[in-house]
């Protein structure tokens, strides 16, 4: 069974914290997706990656950064945590062409 | 700008009714795909359909069924036979080429149907 998971269901943090929220994958996909989920405006993709070493902004990346140093991890770094960010972080993943996309459970943070 | 319009932030249905879900997007590339994926108040995401844009055929999954009219932009969910399960937000997503190695996948804001006993 295909498998992504994400380190973190929940999460508090303070403001001007760093804050690493990782995500991996067991299905030797190329493709991994940060988005960020809030009411009533969806999923918003933040950063994604297509192959190990190789990120891509979003259309929300302003204040976040990512790392993918192996295949199966991508991780979404936010350098200085602002409570602007509190929100639901889906990861996903998925094979070169096919496109369907095999989510995480997701990270719940809040920043106080 | 949005490139995926959903236009119903919330929907009812009666149980065993058939249900459309709008969806509307704006690429310029000719090679695209559009997805349609359930999110029920447990949080998961899971998939439900897929349409290219070169399939010549309306994508069909049990009882969801994409209604895809390229030339209008548009790739409404219909759902048949609605049940008590169905009652989740909905999300419409489009997969377009973000560069020449990659592609990007990009969602709407969603729609929650509800199902009514």
């Known amino acids: 069974d295909v498998k992504v998971t994400q380190s973190s269901r929940y999460l508090v943090k303070r403001t001007g914290e760093k804050v690493f929220l990782e995500c991996v994958q067991d299905m030797d996909h190329e493709n991994m997706f940060w988005y960020r989920q809030d009411p009533g405006l969806g999923l918003r993709l933040i950063y994604f990656?297509?192959?190990?070493?190789?990120?891509e902004k979003g259309d929300i990346p302003e204040g976040y950064s990512v790392s993918r140093e192996k295949k199966e991890r991508f991780s979404l770094i936010l350098e200085s945590a602002s409570t602007n960010q509190t929100s639901m972080y889906l990861c996903?993943?998925?094979?070169?062409?096919?496109?369907?996309?095999?989510f995480g459970e997701g990270s719940r943070l809040t920043v106080l | 700008a949005q490139k995926i319009t959903q236009t119903q932030p919330g929907m009812f249905v009666q149980e065993k009714e058939a249900v459309t879900l709008d969806c509307t997007y704006d690429t310029s590339d000719p090679s695209y795909g559009l997805f349609w994926y359930k999110q029920p108040s447990s949080g998961e995401m899971i998939f439900l359909i897929y349409?290219?844009?070169?399939?010549?055929q309306n994508a069909t999954e049990g009882r969801y069924s994409l209604n895809f009219q390229k030339a209008r932009k548009s790739a409404n969910l219909v759902i048949s036979a609605s049940q008590l399960g169905d009652s989740a937000m909905y999300f419409c997503a489009m997969r377009e080429p973000g560069g020449a190695s990659y592609d990007k996948v990009i969602f709407g804001p969603g729609t929650s149907l509800s199902v009514i006993p």
């Open positions: 990656s297509y192959d190990v070493k190789m990120k």
């Open positions: 996903a993943s998925t094979p070169t062409v096919t496109g369907e996309l095999f």
């Open positions: 349409q290219g844009s070169y399939d010549q």
